[in-house]
C-alpha cells in the first residue's frame, strides 16, 4: 500500500518501516516558522469523462468524475459545510477570515475518481469505495494496478527498465459488478489538508477514518446513491481503516468489506517485534510466509511437491508448538530448543546455528537479509518474490525493499500521465503518491491511539493498537454484512496467517464467522502486479459483490 504503503501500514511498502520511527517522535514538539499562510485557492471543478473497457467479454461503458468533496475535523464542523465546502448560508456561522486561513477550523479536501456505469439503475448497482493505506498513501496502487479501467503492467518480480511504461485497458477492472469510487487519504494525491493544526486534525488513526466517514456520506449524498449497496476495499493500512470505518458508520448498513494483505492489531506486525518483547505471535504468524518464501527460492533443504499443502503443516506447527515454545522464554530447555531450531530450519532454510543464535525469533527484515545471504541478495518485504542485491553486505536486516523499488516508479509514473491525460484533472498541482515525501516532520507523529467501540484510548504507539473490536461490532450490528479477506502467501508487511488469525479471534459469537471468506494467491502485498493472480482476484471479488447486492 505500499505502504510505499500497508500498511503500508499500509503501499508501498516503506509506511510500515515508518512506524517504528512514530515510536520515537511521537511525543516531539514541532515549531513551524515561516511567512504567514496564503489564502486556500478554491477547488478546481469537478472533470467529467466518459470511456469504455471490456472485462469478461463485456464491453462497459461509464462516466468518470474526477473531483474533490470537502469534509470537516468534527461532526459539528462538517454539518455546517456544504459539498463545497463551504459554511452553510442557514448555519448562522461566521465565514473564516479568508486573510487568516491558518486560524480557520481545519477540513480536508478529499480527492477522488468515480465511475459510473452508463445506463445502470443507482439502486441495484453496487458502488464499492476503494482506498491504499500506509498510513499516508494515495489511491493510486488500486487505481492503477488492481480495478480501474486503465493498468499500468510490469513485469512480475522484475524492476522493468524505466519510461515509457505500458498503460493498457484492465480487463480485471471490477467495473462489471460495481461502481467504483477511489479516494485519496487527507494529505495524499490531489487531496489536501488545511486549516489550523491541520495534521493532527486528519493524521491519525480515528482521525483519518472520520474524514472517510464523512467524505462516504457526502458522496451518498452528491450522486444520490443511498440506496445502493455499498462496500468497502482497502489494501494494508487500508483494512485497520475499514474495520474502524464500519463501525462508525452508524445507519449505514454495508453489504460487504474486502480487506486485502490485513493487519487489524499491530502487536502483530513483522517489522519489529523485538522492540516489543514478551509479544511472541508475530514471529508466529511469519512463520508460513518464511516459508512460503524459503519454498519459492529454493533454500528448503528437502523441496516440497506443493506450495499449499506444504503452507497447512507449517500453519499448524506455527501454533501447535513453535509459539508454545516460545512462551516459555528462558525456561524452555536447551534439548526443546534444539529441535524447533532443527523444525524451523526444514521451513525456513535457515542455518540452525543462526536460528539459535538469533533465539528462535527472526524479525521480518533479518529473514529478507539472511535467506540468500551468501549470494549477496536481499529478497522484498511486500513481495519476497523480488530480490536485489545487499545494501550493505555487513548489515543486520534488509535495508530496502527491492519489490517496492521495483514498481513504485512505474505506478507514480502511470497516475500521473492517466489523471492528466485522460481525465482532464490535475493541471498544475503535484499529486502526492505518500506523505512519506513531505518534508514536513509533522507527519512522523500519526496519532495511533485508538477509541474502540466501549473501551479506553490504545497508547500512543504502534504497539497495542487494535481494531478487532470495531469489526466485531460492525457485524454484529449488522449481521448480514459480509467480510472477504484476501492477500498474498509471499508478503510478510501483512502475513496472511496474521490476517487468518486475527479474524478468528474476533470478539462476536462464532456463528458470524460463516460470514467470511478467505482467497490467497502465490502473490505478494500486492497481489495484482501478476496479471494472473489479478484475473482470480477480480472473479473473487465480483462473485463476492453480486453476492451480496442480489435484489432482496
Given at each position: ?20 520511527q512514530n515510536k520515537q517522535t511521537a511525543e516531539a514538539k514541532v515549531v513551524v516558522t515561516g511567512p504567514p499562510a496564503a489564502p486556500a485557492p478554491p477547488a478546481p471543478p ?6 469504455s473497457v471490456t472485462v469478461g467479454g463485456e464491453m462497459i461503458a461509464y462516466r468518470a468524475v474526477a473531483g474533490t468533496l470537502t469534509v470537516g475535523a468534527t461532526d459539528a ?111 495524499t494525491g490531489f487531496s489536501r489538508i488545511m486549516g489550523k493544526d491541520k495534521e493532527k486534525a486528519f493524521w491519525g488513526t480515528d482521525q483519518d477514518a472520520h474524514a472517510f ?340
Amino acid at each position: 500500500m505500499k505502504i510505499v504503503t500497508f500498511l503500508l501500514l499500509y503501499c508501498a511498502g516503506l509506511a510500515l518501516r515508518a512506524q517504528d520511527q512514530n515510536k520515537q517522535t511521537a511525543e516531539a514538539k514541532v515549531v513551524v516558522t515561516g511567512p504567514p499562510a496564503a489564502p486556500a485557492p478554491p477547488a478546481p471543478p469537478d472533470s467529467i469523462t466518459e470511456g469504455s473497457v471490456t472485462v469478461g467479454g463485456e464491453m462497459i461503458a461509464y462516466r468518470a468524475v474526477a473531483g474533490t468533496l470537502t469534509v470537516g475535523a468534527t461532526d459539528a464542523q462538517d454539518a455546517n459545510l456544504g459539498l463545497d465546502g463551504r459554511i452553510l448560508s442557514d448555519t448562522g456561522e461566521k465565514p473564516p477570515d479568508p486573510a487568516k486561513p491558518e486560524e480557520a477550523p481545519p477540513t480536508s479536501r478529499m480527492f477522488y475518481v468515480a465511475y459510473f456505469k452508463k445506463g445502470a439503475s443507482v439502486e441495484t448497482r453496487p458502488l464499492t469505495f476503494l482506498y491504499n493505506g500506509g498510513p499516508g498513501s494515495s489511491s493510486m496502487w488500486l487505481h492503477m494496478g488492481a480495478f480501474g479501467p486503465r493498468r499500468v503492467s510490469t513485469t512480475d518480480t522484475q524492476h522493468d527498465p524505466g519510461a515509457p511504461y505500458k498503460i493498457t485497458a484492465n480487463e480485471s477492472s471490477l467495473l462489471d459488478a460495481s461502481d467504483l469510487v477511489f479516494i485519496d487519504a487527507p494529505g495524499t494525491g490531489f487531496s489536501r489538508i488545511m486549516g489550523k493544526d491541520k495534521e493532527k486534525a486528519f493524521w491519525g488513526t480515528d482521525q483519518d477514518a472520520h474524514a472517510f466517514e464523512r467524505f462516504i456520506r457526502r458522496f451518498l449524498t452528491k450522486f444520490n446513491r443511498w440506496n445502493s449497496p455499498k462496500y468497502l476495499l482497502g489494501e494494508s493500512y487500508g483494512t485497520p481503516r475499514s474495520a474502524v470505518l464500519s463501525a462508525m458508520l452508524h445507519n449505514v448498513d454495508l453489504n460487504g468489506i474486502v480487506l486485502l494483505s490485513a493487519t487489524l492489531s499491530f502487536d502483530n506486525w513483522g517489522d519489529g517485534p523485538r522492540w516489543n518483547p514478551g509479544i511472541e505471535q508475530p514471529y508466529a504468524l511469519m512463520l508460513p510466509t518464511f516459508a512460503a518464501t524459503a519454498f519459492y527460492h529454493h533454500k528448503l533443504p528437502q523441496q516440497p511437491a506443493a506450495l499449499e499443502p506444504f503452507l497447512k503443516t507449517v500453519e499448524k506447527y506455527a501454533l501447535t508448538e513453535y509459539m508454545p515454545a516460545l512462551l516459555e522464554g528462558s525456561e524452555l530447555a536447551e534439548p526443546r530448543k534444539q529441535a524447533v531450531a532443527e523444525k524451523l530450519h526444514q521451513y525456513t532454510g535457515l542455518p540452525v546455528a543462526y536460528l539459535l543464535k538469533a533465539n528462535l525469533r527472526v524479525s521480518g527484515g533479518a529473514f529478507s537479509k539472511t535467506l540468500r545471504d551468501d549470494e549477496g541478495i536481499t529478497t522484498g518485504r511486500l513481495d519476497t518474490r523480488y530480490q536485489g542485491p545487499d545494501y550493505n553486505r555487513l548489515s543486520e536486516e534488509a535495508e530496502y525493499d527491492p519489490q517496492s523499488n521495483a514498481v513504485s516508479a512505474a505506478y507514480t509514473t502511470a497516475i500521473n500521465h492517466y489523471l492528466r491525460t485522460d481525465l482532464k484533472y490535475g493541471e498544475n498541482q503535484t499529486y502526492k503518491p505518500t506523505l512519506y515525501l513531505d518534508a514536513d516532520p509533522l507527519f512522523l507523529q500519526w496519532d495511533l491511539r485508538h477509541q474502540s467501540p466501549g473501551g479506553p484510548p490504545a497508547p500512543s504507539s504502534a504497539n497495542g493498537t487494535n481494531v478487532l473490536p470495531d469489526l466485531a461490532t460492525a457485524m454484529k450490528a449488522n449481521p448480514k454484512m459480509k467480510v472477504l479477506l484476501a492477500g498474498g502467501y509471499y508478503d510478510w508487511a501483512t502475513p496472511f496467517f496474521e490476517g487468518i488469525y486475527e479474524v478468528h479471534h474476533l470478539p462476536m459469537p462464532d456463528s458470524l464467522q460463516a460470514n467470511i471468506s478467505y482467497h490467497y494467491y502465490e502473490a505478494g502485498h500486492m497481489v495484482y502486479v501478476n496479471a494472473g493472480v489479478l484475473k482470480q482476484f477480480h472473479d473473487d471479488v465480483a462473485s463476492f459483490i453480486r453476492s451480496g447486492a442480489a435484489p432482496k
